[in-house]
């Protein structure tokens, strides 16, 4: 039975982790500012793509401000996808990983660091979208209830980084093979998520698989809590929304957990923990 | 008496392959390494020893056997073990390039909850003697192998762990950066003698200056385990024979096959057009033997002599052919 003395110890040794891990990801990109053009920059140019075909089509104002929000997660779910979930890919081919593994933290402290570290240049990404829909493009954005948007954003972020950490776990013990399912991952999620229209326009039981991915519900409550008027393109409703993103979150950590240490036990057995060029 | 720091019983490592038989990189290695004790793991290429420290490092689970480290089994209680161990390997060098010299090592050293302010004494000292001081400051991605290969080591030894694992720590470094690393390492055990330290090479001078003692291990087995003194008087039944031939020697077999030779070892100096041998014989008869065999096969000697056993002698007798040799003796 772990003592009180032992939880504290714990405790600090993996918020130390988290701390240091996110450290190299807030210093490199201090460091080295090329993401600001790459990461930043160039995203918004596929979103003012969407925003002009709505345009065009002279659809709802509202589908702008859908882009718009859909654009804005985009930076979370890459930022879950490549820059925490298969970051263990490069981790071991860089001779980290093995340390990683050999050190008493958590390994879910290291992804916890990723995610953390990587969130300055996420929020820097998101907010530019915001800002180019609001002053470029004007999307009609009417927030009438702030606490609870803000919540659904954070149950939001928590399931998909929840998610995120369960995939890594893959890394553990795939190399190449998850690389690639990473690759598909990325173009497929913005369909099935509606992360540039609302997701109901795939009907209700494509909808409802796709909400398995915590963005979907979380775009689509994010975009009925700020565009009031657009709640009939909402797909279920915002307080069920809230409830399964919720779920979801607290199913994907404690999976994430388990997960997380079969593949590393899968991955010693098998004698690919540390193999590269896999 | 010491305590027992790792000990290794009935240990083995199976490997699945797909087209070939199953590959055994360790079988039936028994070790008994005490605490205060700096143990050397002394083998080719290949041996194993990279296996047995993965195992003892928790990166890797055994097909058979036990392993206990501080007390702790390293299959049930990986946990455990993990606050009071490190490992260096020679040639790796973890990090992040976009971050300085010190701030690598900060890193790691947070992963064992370290307080930064002791972290921080730590890597001022470590710096210094290592004599990295001038490239505290300095991206790691700047560093020469050398200076990458000390920071390495800081990065291991900054967590101050009671059971240290290195795994070939002077690979691929000159000879006075290696000579830093070996001295570095004997000051830092006396230090304290309840640190322990398993370190496995294929260099013999490192394993006789280093190690109290010596397993020696060949295709996953431990054929011998003592002190390099003890290894060596293993052979004062033997005679050692070093011969430089000229031209090299393309094949060892019709030295080899004599009756009276135990090991036969070869190194070629293309440039100098010849090979220096090492035999061990059973005595001094075998000698006309062998120089008979040499010119027979179209060999020319062009310096003999006999002299007392190295630590190298000792491998070439037990396990029959040189660290660095390919070739596999006769069965």
Redesign the interface.
């Known amino acids: 039975m772990p003592t009180l003395s032992n939880i504290k110890?714990s405790i600090?040794?993996n918020v130390?982790?988290i701390?240091?891990?996110a450290?190299?990801r807030i210093?490199?990109q201090q460091?080295?500012l090329s993401w600001l053009f790459f990461d930043s920059f160039l995203p918004l140019l596929s979103i003012a793509a969407f925003v002009y075909v709505y345009k065009a089509m002279q659809a709802p104002p509202e589908f702008t401000g859908f882009v718009i929000l859909g654009g804005a997660m985009t930076a979370f779910w890459m930022n879950v996808l490549w820059s925490m979930a298969s970051q263990f890919y490069w981790e071991k081919e860089?001779?980290?990983l093995?340390?990683?593994?050999?050190?008493?933290?958590s390994r879910m402290s290291i992804l916890a660091g990723m995610a953390l570290g990587g969130g300055f240049s996420t929020t820097i990404r998101a907010s530019s979208a915001l800002l180019v829909g609001i002053f470029i493009f004007h999307i009609p954005i009417n927030i009438i209830h702030p606490w609870l948007t803000l919540a659904i954003f954070v149950v939001t972020l928590l399931a998909l980084y929840g998610f995120g950490m369960l995939f890594a776990s893959l890394y553990l013990l795939f190399g190449r093979e998850a690389w690639h399912m990473s690759n598909l991952l990325t173009e497929p999620i913005f369909l099935l998520s509606g992360f540039y229209f609302p997701v109901k326009a795939l009907g209700f039981y494509v909808a409802a698989v796709a909400s398995i991915i915590p963005a979907t519900l979380g775009l689509d409550a994010m975009r009925q809590l700020a565009f009031p008027d657009s709640a009939q393109f909402g797909f279920l409703t915002v307080g069920s929304e809230l409830i399964i993103l919720s779920i979801l979150a607290v199913t994907f950590i404690v999976l994430a957990r388990f997960s997380l240490g079969y593949m590393e036990?899968l991955g010693?057995?098998e004698?690919r923990?540390?193999m590269r060029w896999q | 008496m010491n305590r027992e720091a790792i000990i290794v019983e009935k240990l083995g490592r199976k490997f699945k392959q797909k087209k070939e038989q199953d590959l055994w990189a360790l079988k039936e290695v028994n070790l008994t390494i005490n605490e205060g004790e700096l143990f050397g793991l002394l083998g080719p290429n290949g041996a194993g020893k990279t296996t047995l420290i993965k195992i003892l490092t928790t990166l890797l689970l055994p097909t058979e056997g036990t392993a206990v480290i501080g007390g702790f089994d390293v299959v049930k209680e990986a946990h455990k073990i993990r606050p009071f161990i490190n490992c260096v390997s020679g040639g790796d060098t973890a990090g992040y390039g976009i971050l300085t010299t010190e701030e690598n090592i900060w890193l790691f050293s947070q992963f064992y909850g370290i307080p930064s302010k002791v972290a921080r004494k730590r890597i001022d000292y470590l710096l210094k003697v290592v004599g990295l001081e001038d490239k505290r400051k300095t991206k790691i991605n700047r560093l020469s192998t050398g200076q990458s290969q000390k920071m390495n080591f800081i990065r291991g030894f900054v967590t101050d762990p009671r059971i240290m694992f290195l795994d070939e720590p002077t690979l691929g470094l000159d000879v006075s950066v290696a000579m830093d690393v070996r001295n570095f390492i004997k000051d830092w055990l006396k230090e304290n003698n309840q640190r322990t330290v398993l370190l496995t090479t294929h260099y013999m001078m490192e394993a006789e200056q280093l190690c109290g003692r010596v397993a020696i291990i060949d295709k996953g087995h431990i054929v011998a385990c003592d002190s390099p003194r003890k290894l060596k008087q293993r052979l004062k039944e033997r005679t050692t024979v070093r011969m430089k031939l000229t031209p090299p020697v393309k094949d060892l077999s019709p030295i080899r096959n004599l009756a009276g030779v135990s090991g036969v070892s070869s190194r070629d100096d293309s440039a100098a057009n010849e090979s220096d041998i090492t035999c061990i014989v059973r005595d001094d008869r075998v000698v006309p033997d062998l120089v008979l065999a040499t010119s027979q096969n179209g060999y020319k000697v062009l310096s003999f002599h006999i002299q007392e056993p190295s630590l190298e002698d000792v491998f070439i007798q037990l396990v029959g052919r040189g660290l660095d040799e390919e070739n596999q003796p006769p069965e």
């Open positions: 110890s600090i040794l130390r982790a701390k240091a891990r450290y190299v210093v490199g460091r080295e860089g001779g980290n093995q340390l990683y593994l050999i050190a008493p933290m036990k010693k057995r004698g923990l540390t």
